[in-house]
């Protein structure tokens, strides 16, 4: 359970620094906490480097391992930090997030030790916007974590509908198959058809303020990534239940940013199917039409996310009249190799959009990186000899990017953003959530 300002528990996290007089046993490494049951405090060293990153992480660890019903003083963290509304916000965010009772289904299993933050009144504004944040992001996490036996295209569709009729003003429409195929989503459709369950598409659409940008947020929704035909080895199949993961962020960003009742113009798109092999699943070198007309050769059944997204991208723009738009997926490998796991890859030809986004991922505390997007990554995409495009770039060079330029020829000249998520969605198997922060400070104006 999270409080704030309520009934106190009898033990309070404390941050110190050097310049105070504290405890003799309190051990003075930065990130260390200290219980010193006759202050019935755990004090929290702080170091002199100051860095709210190391912060939201040993605040994470910490809670992670705490065995205590907890106040937190976040008072006495913000008397140390320069930068008030951005500690408290690592602090509140960071806390909330590590408290959330992972997805499991155990036969017997722990609930988390309740938190109760103490601060001035005067964030409660700031407090608020951060726990309808990680409300949705929580949400989303779990989505993230179910296990693909469970978390069918369809099941995922049922919770996000069953998720939104607690958000008001929210507009939730899903397409089966049969509609799918009535729209043209015929890459979307080539992915599902090696699966015994169906395809869905889930929008929803928030319009609190019509004069505004409509924005699609889209997201790759695959609930389990074999590689089709281009069958993933043993290492590489593992963890593909996340590669759902940017459907479950767009859909959950949309309801967050309707229950904050932000002004915005916002629909996310989220393409649900799982990529199997079977009597009918797609043959590589064959060739697809997606929904705008072009042609695509399957070169590589493995590359299936830019498939659904490109149909998506479609969709956003013909179905939805969307003004911009981002893509969140968990692409491609080639981003781990070249950002590890510290930044989400971020792909734009838009200057002013991408720099609205930057803006907004500072203001989260989300790293990202502009990664290249030119011409030639296009033209790399334009190699089959019988198609607009293939799927996949032949060899091994700048991956990330020419999978990006395929997705950017299908937004139509709109302003688009793309995010690679591959190596930032989960971590220890664990679903994370990336970017749902950064795209809700974007939008909530």
Not at 182 to 204: C, T
Request: aromatic content about 8%; hydrophobic content about 40%.
């Amino acid at each position: 359970m999270i409080t704030n300002n309520g009934p106190q528990f009898s033990l309070t996290l404390k941050a110190v620094e050097s310049k105070q007089t504290v405890n003799d046993l309190v051990i003075k490494e930065d990130g260390a906490a200290t219980l010193i049951s006759e202050d019935k405090i755990v004090y929290y060293y702080v170091g002199d480097k100051k860095s709210l990153k190391d912060l939201g992480n040993n605040l994470e660890r910490l809670i992670k391992a705490n065995k205590y019903d907890l106040n937190i003083d976040v008072d006495s963290f913000l008397s140390i930090f320069i930068e008030q509304e951005e500690t408290f916000q690592k602090i509140i965010e960071s806390v909330v997030f590590a408290s959330h009772k992972d997805l499991d289904y155990k036969e017997t299993s722990g609930e988390p030790k309740s938190i109760n933050f103490m601060f001035d009144e005067e964030y409660t504004p700031l407090y608020e916007a951060s726990m309808i944040k990680m409300e949705y992001m929580d949400f989303a996490r779990d989505l993230q974590d179910l296990p693909p036996n469970i978390g069918t295209s369809v099941e995922i569709a049922n919770r996000l509908v069953e998720k939104a009729k607690g958000v008001p003003n929210v507009k939730v429409t899903v397409y089966d198959k049969k509609q799918i195929e009535a729209l043209g989503m015929g890459l979307l459709l080539s992915v599902n058809a090696g699966s015994h369950v169906e395809a869905r598409v889930v929008v929803m659409e928030y319009a609190s303020d019509s004069s505004k940008k409509k924005t699609a947020l889209v997201g790759k929704g695959i609930t389990f990534d074999t590689g089709g035909y281009n069958l993933k080895p043993s290492n590489f199949i593992e963890n593909m239940k996340f590669d759902m993961s940017g459907a479950a962020i767009v859909s959950s960003t949309v309801m967050a940013l309707a229950k904050a009742k932000a002004k915005v113009n916002v629909v996310s798109i989220a393409l649900l199917t799982d990529n199997r092999i079977g009597g009918h699943a797609t043959l590589t070198e064959s060739v697809i039409t997606s929904m705008n007309g072009k042609t695509v050769e399957i070169t590589n059944t493995d590359a299936e996310g830019r498939l659904v997204l490109a149909d998506g991208l479609t969709f956003a723009v013909r179905e939805t009249k969307a003004d911009r738009a981002i893509t969140v997926a968990t692409l491609t490998g080639s981003i781990a190799i070249a950002l590890g796991k510290w930044f989400n890859g971020t792909f734009s030809p838009s200057e002013e959009f991408y720099s609205e986004f930057e803006e907004a991922a500072q203001k989260a505390q989300e790293s990202i990186w502009r990664m290249p997007l030119i011409d030639d990554h296009l033209k790399a995409m334009q190699c089959s000899k019988v198609a607009d495009l293939a799927n996949s770039e032949p060899g091994r060079e700048a991956g990330s990017s020419t999978a990006a330029a395929f997705l950017n020829s299908f937004a139509e000249g709109k302003e688009y953003i793309h995010l690679d998520i591959a190596a930032t969605a989960d971590a220890d198997k664990r679903g994370r959530a990336p970017m749902l922060r950064t795209m809700f400070e974007l939008l909530n104006k």
